[in-house]
């Protein structure tokens, strides 16, 4: 069982997979969540969810690759929220194709998304945590910023990048007690994956280099994150906790 003292926690990409699971399992250990996904739809939907579990939930949507837009959220949350103590930057996507195809967009897109995201959510929310002496906050990145991965030029570089961004800000908030980290994960069966998951040519080639054999689960990065995110971790800061089935060992 993590403790947890009556803690806040704003998730992104808290509508689907991964998110969904870290926002559900911060809520079981009677954590406040805040749900911010693109569609009102899909963050309004968990933190319904949430609630009919007899948990605390708000949902927000918010574009997380629009640095106005988070700035505005981040304002008016910390207004109802004043003690977020935990931010997970989970929120993400892909566009893949091989460079010579990759378009500016693309490239634009994604590093908007996964990596400037992560920028945008940790100026406003770090403060606070900073001036309380308390917080916690976990990145989500991928074995691909790790190992690179051939068509994800735009995606490992966002990934990598987050590896980079947390190792910088677990050193620059250690002095106030607030901890830094990365999970990266492997293979998890998320909409993100149901191409490749649901292919069986497709599924038996990645298989072959997870020395677990199987897809993971988006509550196997859930439970990563939120111990992440208790205060049994409060001595692990700067660190990538890799959850992938052995595939970057
Ligand atoms: P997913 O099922 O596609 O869900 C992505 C979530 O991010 C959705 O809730 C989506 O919002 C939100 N999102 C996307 N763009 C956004 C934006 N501009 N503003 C706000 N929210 C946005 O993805 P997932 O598989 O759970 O992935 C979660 C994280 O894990 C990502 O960072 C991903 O890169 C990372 N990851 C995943 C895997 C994997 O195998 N699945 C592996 C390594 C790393 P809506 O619901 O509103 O669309």
Request: charged share 20%; with cysteine; net charge positive.
């Amino acid at each position: 069982m993590l403790t947890f003292k009556s803690r806040t926690a704003l998730v992104t990409g808290a509508g689907r997979g991964i998110g969904k699971a870290i926002a559900e399992t911060l809520a079981r250990h009677g954590v406040t969540v805040i749900c911010v996904s693109k569609s009102a739809d899909s963050c309004g939907a968990t933190a319904t969810a949430i609630t009919a579990a007899g948990g605390k939930a708000r949902a927000m949507a918010v574009d997380v690759a629009n640095g106005a837009e988070v700035a505005r959220a981040s304002e008016e949350l910390l207004k109802e929220f004043p003690n977020i103590d935990i931010l997970v930057n989970n929120a993400g996507i892909t566009r893949d194709g091989l460079l010579f195809r990759m378009s500016e967009t693309d490239w634009n897109d994604v590093i908007a998304t996964n990596l400037s995201s992560c920028f945008h959510w940790t100026k406003p929310l770090a403060r606070p945590m900073t001036r309380a002496r308390w917080g916690r906050i976990v990145n989500i990145t991928s074995v691909s910023g790790i190992m690179g991965n051939a068509g994800q030029a735009n995606y490992s570089a966002a990934k990598a990048g987050i590896i980079g961004l947390t190792k910088t800000l677990a050193r620059e908030f250690a002095s106030r007690s607030v901890t830094v980290n990365a999970v990266a994960p492997g293979f998890i069966k998320t909409d993100m994956t149901t191409e490749f998951v649901n292919n069986p040519e497709a599924s038996a080639k990645i298989l072959e280099v997870v020395p677990l054999k199987r897809f993971g689960e988006s509550a196997d990065i859930a439970n990563m994150t939120a111990y992440l995110c208790s205060e049994e971790a409060g001595y692990i800061t700067g660190q990538v906790f890799n959850v992938d089935g052995g595939m970057a060992m």
